[in-house]
């Protein structure tokens, strides 16, 4: 094996943590996910920083905590002056490169203000979180009455045009539509066609076009200067659409049965109930939904390990595995169901919870190849890991996570963090407006160590309080149950411990600190000084308290 020279940084959009056959899978068989799983480590017990696409994202790209970023929600701004994976690696001499999706809104009013042109190099990288474009597509091209979700220009569909699919939006009509049984193209939104096929030929669809366009980089990037590529895939999420042969390689009698329990809905925490009621809520409560769904999220799973397969043979082929550091892992998961809810939003594991497993050419990770690890890791890890990779010093004044290398090098830490944290900020939801809380308010915030999971909701409300060590489907809320105060408390200090941590003191790291440390009195500066005594000699010296050479 060689050295790390670049980085494949792979992230799927919404795939579970357990739709994979190296982790247990049942009937879904992912043998390219397990391939490099048996090469590299798996981290089994992996946690976004929130559970939703834009502010995951951005807590991967700059390795930092929600709440240090501010990139929340969706489409909200990540704020100029926030260091990225671009910013940590370049400097090393490292490209920083992407091919899909980011969900990353810049901060134009920022920009605008600091005099950053968006066609200048810098001012594009502002725009693009700290990436250089080999291609952008963030995948929702959809209009509805009110215009378009995403209005800038679709490279899928100019690409899909130039295939001869016909109209200005392929993707709508075509990639997310299927054809139905009367031979009608019907709109894939309706989950009620998840079970036919995309009105797309399958080397056309998202995934193999993304997939296309990583081999088309490799090609014309990959013997070039030393890199990091994010390979953002679109898929597995909805619409929940599938091209043949992939929409019938699955059926109703593959779909595990849901992880939900009727207690949950015997008075639950009031957030909890207000997802459960939302309209996505109530779809993925019934069996038919779940039944006809899954088994089409099931082939976008499928079709993307397919698909990680030629990109895998592609790397082999080219002598890149052999200097070519190569993660997978997803922003979120996706309920299916679950708990009675759909899509993701909330801290159990079907939605917080992530696939991640890490292949490191080096040889110092001979020893870890093909195992797992239950240590508690979040997405933030991953920054500071390919820091470490490049660089060596990873910069802890501004990167929150840490390495992973010493895992992945069989040099466990001696010590590791007792408890993961995610957050949510569901402002912008209509559940926020449904149960009257401000902006301010509309918090939640999970603490796990492994065995209690506690989620702390703004605004006076009680917390959800979850024993995965009884109860591993996380069905009984112990929230409210004078009996887990104790626990209840404990958790709290370690979410307290963790809003204490030092987060925006960013431009001056411990180091250089602890440097200055008296360094004042060497420049002039006297104070609380009585006959010079208290001064090293040759300050003394210099103010002429003693003779020069002298003591």
């Known amino acids: 094996m060689g050295t790390i020279r670049n980085i494949l940084f792979v992230m799927y959009d919404q795939l579970r943590w357990d739709y994979l056959s190296c982790a247990g899978h049942p009937s879904l068989q992912t043998p390219n996910f397990d391939r490099l799983a048996a090469r590299g ?12 696409c834009g502010s995951s994202r951005m807590s991967c790209y700059t390795g930092r905590y929600v709440s240090s970023h501010g990139a929340a929600f969706n489409n909200f701004p990540l704020k100029v002056g926030e260091m990225t994976l671009g910013d940590h690696l370049r400097p090393h001499g490292m490209d920083v490169w992407l091919v899909g999706k980011t969900h990353m809104a810049a901060d134009r009013a920022g920009m605008e203000r600091l005099g950053l042109a968006p066609d200048s190099v810098i001012g594009a990288r502002v725009a693009e979180c700290g990436f250089d474009l080999w291609l952008r597509d963030d995948g929702l091209w959809s209009g509805g009455p009110d215009g378009f979700y995403d209005t800038r220009r679709s490279p899928y569909n100019e690409w899909l045009k130039a295939q001869g699919y016909p109209g200005d939006n392929p993707w709508q009509d075509n990639a997310n539509a299927v054809v139905d049984d009367a031979g009608r193209v ?3 939104w309706l989950m009620q066609n998840a079970r036919h096929p995309a009105n ?5 669809s998202e995934t193999p076009w993304l ?5 088309d980089f490799l090609a014309e990037k990959g013997a070039d200067r030393p890199w990091l590529c994010h390979l953002s895939y679109i898929k597995p999420h909805w619409p929940y659409v599938v091209p043949a042969p992939y929409h019938a390689m699955y059926g109703h009698n593959h779909v595990l049965p849901a992880r939900r329990d009727p207690r949950e809905r015997e008075d639950p925490h009031p957030v909890y109930g207000a997802f459960m009621s939302n309209p996505i809520g109530r779809a993925f409560a019934r069996d038919d939904v779940r039944e006809t769904v899954i088994p089409a999220y099931m082939g976008l799973v499928k079709q993307c390990d397919d698909h990680l397969g030629r990109l895998l043979d592609a790397l082999e082929e080219q002598g890149r595995m052999e200097d070519t550091m190569i993660v997978l892992t997803s922003d979120h998961g996706d309920y299916l169901g679950d708990h009675w809810l759909g899509e993701k939003d909330l801290f159990h594991d079907a939605s917080a919870r992530v696939p991640m497993i890490v292949y490191d050419p080096s040889a110092e990770a001979d020893a870890t190849r093909g195992t797992v690890v239950d240590a508690l890791v979040e997405s933030i890890d991953l920054a500071a890991t390919f820091v470490e990779a490049v660089a060596g010093d990873v910069p802890d004044h501004i990167l929150e996570g840490r390495s992973l290398l010493p895992w992945l090098r069989g040099r466990p830490p001696e010590s590791w963090r007792e408890v993961v944290i995610s957050e949510y900020d569901y402002s912008s939801t209509p559940m926020a407006g449904r149960l009257g809380v401000s902006p301010r308010d509309a918090r939640l915030f999970m603490v796990f160590d492994g065995r209690w999971k506690l989620m702390h909701a703004e605004g006076g409300m009680r917390p959800m309080l979850f024993d995965l060590a009884s109860d591993p489907d996380e069905y ?4 409210a149950d004078p009996a887990f105060e104790e626990e209840r408390q404990r958790l709290y200090g370690q979410l307290f411990a963790w809003a204490r941590r030092m987060s925006q003191r960013t431009a001056i790291s411990d180091s250089e600190i602890v440097a200055r440390r008296g360094r004042s009195r060497r420049k002039g500066i006297y104070v609380g000084v009585w006959d010079g005594s208290e001064l090293d000699g040759d300050v003394q010296a210099h103010l002429g308290l003693t003779p020069p050479g002298a003591g």
């Open 211 to 215: 997939t296309d366009r990583m081999l």
């Open 41 to 52: 480590v798996r981290f089994d017990k992996a946690f976004v920083q929130s559970p939703v």
């Open 476 to 479: 009984v809320d112990l929230g």
């Open 200 to 204: 797309i030929r399958e080397e056309h």
């Open 186 to 188: 019907a709109s894939g």
